[in-house]
């Protein structure tokens, strides 16, 4: 599949969960899966230019490790905090982390980034 172009600001829903946000500033994708669905297209190469992803939490329909190990290592990810992974909670970053990529970011509650 051809890249799409998303340049215009706005918020751009794009399968489930995921959506895309765009501003002058930054491009952020949210919650990226690709592998739970055969329609679900959500590659890097369809998204050129993206600053960040952010995932929201850690159920597997919105944090898909093979979904996310198809982006670069270098790939900024901002995942919250967990204090102690669980069955119901995994420590995304950690889990980020320990497979290869560099800058994983896990802001508390409240925090900016």
Do not use: N
């Amino acid at each position: 599949m051809a890249p799409r172009r998303f340049e215009a600001p706005g918020v751009y829903r794009l399968q489930h969960a995921g959506a895309l946000v765009v501003s002058a500033e930054a491009k952020i994708l949210i919650d990226p899966v690709s592998q739970i669905h055969p329609t679900w297209d959500i590659r890097p190469e369809c998204f050129p230019g993206i600053d960040a992803v952010l995932i929201s939490h850690s159920h597997k329909d919105h944090f898909c490790l093979p979904t996310l190990l198809t982006f670069p290592r270098d790939t900024l990810f901002i995942v919250p905090r967990v204090a102690r992974a669980s069955m119901l909670c995994a420590d995304m970053a950690g889990l980020l982390q320990a497979a290869g990529f560099t800058r994983v970011v896990e802001p508390a509650w409240w925090e900016d980034v």
